[in-house]
Every structure is written in C-alpha cells, then in structure tokens.
C-alpha cells in the first residue's frame, strides 16, 4: 500500500500529469482520463493534486516593455564602451583560466620570436563592430583603424625597400618621412582592393567601404587605380573618389563634405543632415526617420562626439532647430514647430 | 558594418531575427557577433531572469547589476562559450551562481564563514505572482503565497523553476546543479505537501467553481 502511494506521488508530480492539468498536451489529456476511469479509487487524490498543480500557475505578464528597452540600452551603452576601453587586451585575460592562458601565450611568443629568425612573418589587424583601435607600423608611423576593418603589414620593414601595408575598411595614416642611405625617400604604400596609394610622408584617410575615397590632410600622395596607368596627386584638402561607374574623380573637400571619425569626433564640414544621417544609421544600427526634404538639406559644420548616441543627438537638434524623438532604435527627425504637441504626447524619450 | 543592418530592419522590441529560429541557431549566431541575435536573446529573457534574480537577492540594485555583468560578459566571452540547447536554463544557472556570489560578496561581512558554505536561494513567492482567475482576491492569493512558503528553500525552488519560470525538470536539475532524480523528489514532496493543505485546497476549489 504504502509502496503504491509511492508511484502515485511520483506519478502526480511528472510533466505528463502537469501538461494533463493544463491542458498543453492532448495525448496526456487523454492517458490521464482513461487512467482516471480504471482507477476510481484515486479519484480524490486526483482531484487534490488538480487543483494544487492549477495553484501553481503564475502571473509573469507583470513586467513592462520600457524597463527592458531601458535597460538593453543602458547595456549597449556599456558594451560599446568596455569594447572601446578594452579593445588592445583580450578579453580572455580576464576569465579564471587566465594563467594558464599566459602560460600559452608565452609559449606562442617564444615560438613566435624563434620563427621569426627565419622569416618575416605578415601581421594582420582586425577590429569588429563596435571597436577602433591604433596601431604603430614597424617604421612609427601611425594608424588609426576604425570601426569593421583590417590592415595587414610586415612584420619588420628593415628589408623592405617600400613600406606596404594592405587595407580593408577605413583608416587614417600619420606616416613619418623616411630617408633612405642613398638621401632618397623611402616610399609608403597602402594598397586597398581598388586603388594603390603611394606615399612618402603625410596624413590622411583611405575608406573602401561604400565608395572608395582618399582624404589629404597634408603632404602629397599618389594615388592610381589598380589595373590602371593613370596617377592622381592629391594636394591637402584634396581628396579622391570612386564613383558609381568605377572612375576616380577628384574634387576638394571643402566643396566635398567629408566626416571622419578619428578620435571619437565627427568632422563635419558643411554636411547635409542626410549624410549625417547616413553615418550615423551606419555607426549606430539605429533607423533614422526624416520625411521632410528641407531638413534633409540643413547643414552643418564643426565636430561632434561620438561615444553618446543621446549626447550626438541633443547636439544635433540644438544646433539644426529640430525636434528628435527617440524609441529605442527608431528615430524620428521632427521639424520643431508643427510637430510640438504631437511629440509631447508620446511617453517617449524626447530631448 | 554587416551585422549592424539586420537591427535596423526591424526596431521592435521582441524583433531581430525571425522567431522561427531554434535556441541553438540563435545561440550560433549570437556566438559569432550577430547583434540581433543577442538583443532577441536579451529581450526574450530579460523580463524572466530579472524576477529570477530579484526573487533570489531581493534587491533590486543587486538585480539590476547582475545581469548587466551577466550580459556584457556573455558578449565579450561570446567566442568562448560552449553550445547552449536551451538559451533560457542557460542564463537561469548563469544568473543563479552570479546573484549567489553576489550576495555572498555582500554577506562576507556579516555572517560567519561556515554559514557560506550552505548558502541557497531562498526564494519568497509573493501575492502578486500567484495567478487566480479572479482578478483582484488578494485573500486567495495570499492563501497560496503562505502554502508555498511554507516550503523548505529546496522545495520552493524547484516548484518556482519548473513553475514560474517554466523550464522541464531535467532543466530545472541543470539550473541548481542537482541531479535529476533530486528534482523530482523535491517536487514529489512539495507537491504532496501542498495536497494537504486544506486552506489551499478550498481557496482553489472556489476560485474554480466561480467560474
């Protein structure tokens, strides 16, 4: 008897009795009513534990959507930050396993130094989405790569005759002159998937992400399409770009708005809401709304954080006169008058 | 910037990636850096865990800064993390040792060491859970709230895991690192506990009958 009670309790407290009760599963409905029709003598019991499991059921509708759009927010917001502060150092460094991850990686260095003796290895350097970083090329020069790009380069230059390194993504190079023993310049090279850039000491930015395009800042470069004969040199201020049907063309940048992302700004010089837009929607995975063509054509000049997409924002509207209103990932791009009431309606974040 | 535009697509909340996407593809693609993926994955459970963790520490700041560590950890490690079957049990025994730690940090100063050893959720069930068909009775739901209680820690947190947050028992065995069988007896017991409470019993039985 006491055995038997046994395989009921057992038998009351498994998924299929509970899906039974709650009617989630038709085949147990059924097992349990029939079981129920052989054995009357539980009829009680199995009314008991009915009513005990139907106790059970919960209320979990009680949390509310902006809390959790709130906090994801909050969370991207640290992400994109830990990312950015962290982006030099593993994050493996940290787990538990760490020593035995140095130790490994102390192995990897040895290997690497003594490989190294026989060759000259090719280093690349990849950042992700949310990541930029600044590397020093073997001669000192400067690279500053952003976000979704990757540079590839030898790992010493002292047997090279032209420094290179290759490019994918967006970067901006500092390159140091260089003088050779024979009183020459020793050329600097980046090449991209499209374009060969040379180079002998100066400043500037290669993007081959949407349009390829070069921008000067100072010195000279040249710059020739791959698979063509045909140089351009650029002076500062000048810059390159490849157009839709695959031609370079050349034009100034002040008459060409450019915006750079170097040190966490944008650098906008005269630029159009909508390119602003563009950039932004791409940095930021956000949906920008903007119906109204006007406000599409109000420009803008002058630098802008960009490590607060709130911050960004509020700068945006203050200095355009608009009113933006931001839910979660969609914003909305407002001209200031008409739209006032409307706007203080919605329990959204208005700025 | 691939990864980026599949967020743009859809600015919804519960949005991302389709829904007909099993825990393992959606954990594949959060392993390899798709953002949608994670922000589904964060929406989907966000609303559970924080109960889960609010259950066990009792403290809303403690809550809060759990999962943002749990989340931000899980980005960063993405790559080297294991597979998950079930996203959920996942994160419910991340969350667990996480709020534990937490709690014992919190602790360390006031309780003697010993005590640390045998440290386990103690979870409370409030009026407010409990779900009865008659909206407002706060009286029946009370009447549950004390018989579930009434539960030794072990018994309150299985019925709360299988239950509430509605996980099977062989996930519920994962969550808090006991064996399977350990479940099920847990539950048994409960379960046999709370078929003797005539309280519970009456409160239910009227609540039915009042259809």
Not at chain 1, 275 to 295: A, K, N, P, R
Not at chain 2, 6 to 34: C, H, I, R, Y
Request: hydrophobic share 35%; proline share 3%; aromatic share 10%.
């Amino acid at each position: 008897m006491f055995e038997k009670m046994k395989k009921i309790d057992r038998k009351l407290a498994s998924e299929s009795f509970i899906n039974f009760v709650y009617r989630s599963n038709s085949e147990d409905v059924e097992k349990w009513q029939k079981w129920i029709k052989e054995n009357p003598e539980y009829e009680e019991v199995i009314e008991r534990a009915t009513l005990v499991v139907n106790s059970l059921r919960f209320n979990t509708e009680n949390n509310n959507v902006d809390t959790t759009s709130r906090h994801w927010r909050k969370l991207q917001d640290r992400i994109r930050k830990e990312t950015y502060t962290n982006s030099s150092r593993p994050s493996s460094i940290r787990r538990p396993i760490y020593g035995l991850v140095a130790v490994l990686a102390g192995v990897l260095v040895s290997v690497v130094i003594w490989f190294q003796l026989w060759h000259n290895p090719t280093i690349t350097f990849e950042t992700d989405i949310a990541q930029k970083a600044m590397l020093k090329l073997p001669d000192g020069s400067e690279v500053t790569l952003n976000r979704n790009s990757s540079i590839r380069f030898h790992k010493s230059w002292d047997d090279d005759s032209v420094r290179q390194v290759w490019l994918e993504g967006e970067a901006h190079f500092k390159v140091n002159p260089e003088k050779m023993t024979d009183g020459k310049y020793r050329r600097f090279e980046v090449h991209t998937e499209e374009l060969l850039i040379d180079v002998i000491g100066t400043v500037f930015s290669v993007n081959t992400t949407d349009n390829s395009y070069v921008v000067l800042e100072s010195g000279r470069v040249d710059i020739r399409k791959k698979g063509e004969r045909e140089v351009y040199t650029l002076k500062p201020g000048q810059s390159v770009k490849i157009n839709t049907s695959g031609d370079l063309v050349m034009s100034e940048t002040n008459a060409q708005p450019h915006i750079s992302w170097i040190d966490g700004k944008i650098l906008l010089n005269d630029n159009s809401l909508s390119e602003i837009i563009q950039f932004v929607e791409g940095s930021y995975g956000l949906t920008i709304q903007c119906d109204d063509e006007t406000l599409l054509k109000r420009k803008l000049s002058g630098q802008i954080r960009l490590d607060n997409i709130d911050d960004l924002l509020h700068v945006l509207e203050k200095a355009l006169d608009l009113v933006i209103v931001r839910d979660q990932d969609t914003v909305k791009i407002l001209e200031i008058k008409k739209h006032r009431i409307h706007v203080q309606n919605q329990t959204t974040h208005v700025f | 910037m691939r990864p980026l535009e599949n967020m743009k697509q859809k600015p919804g909340v519960t949005s991302g990636t389709s829904p007909a996407l099993t825990d393992s593809e959606l954990w594949g693609l959060f392993k390899k850096g798709d953002e949608a993926a994670f922000k589904t994955i964060y929406f989907k459970n966000y609303p559970l865990l924080y109960q889960y963790a609010l259950n066990i520490s009792k403290d809303e700041h403690v809550s809060d800064d759990v999962i943002q560590d749990m989340f931000s950890s899980l980005w960063h490690t993405r790559r080297n993390l294991g597979v998950a079957v079930s996203i959920k049990a996942y994160l419910l025994s991340s969350l667990r040792r996480r709020v534990l730690l937490k709690l014992k940090q919190i602790r360390r100063k006031q309780v003697l060491a010993l005590e640390l050893f045998t440290f386990n959720p103690d979870i409370e069930f409030s009026p407010e859970m409990v779900m009865i068909r008659e909206e407002g009775d706060f009286f029946k739901r009370s009447i549950v709230k004390e018989a579930l209680n009434q539960l030794s820690k072990r018994q309150k947190e299985v019925i709360y895991l299988r239950f509430y947050q509605d996980i099977p028992y062989k996930e519920v065995a994962k969550v808090m690192g006991i064996n399977y069988q350990s479940v099920l007896n847990y539950c048994q017991a409960a379960l046999q506990v709370l078929r003797n409470n005539e309280a519970l019993l009456r409160a239910m039985s009227l609540d039915r009958y009042s259809e």
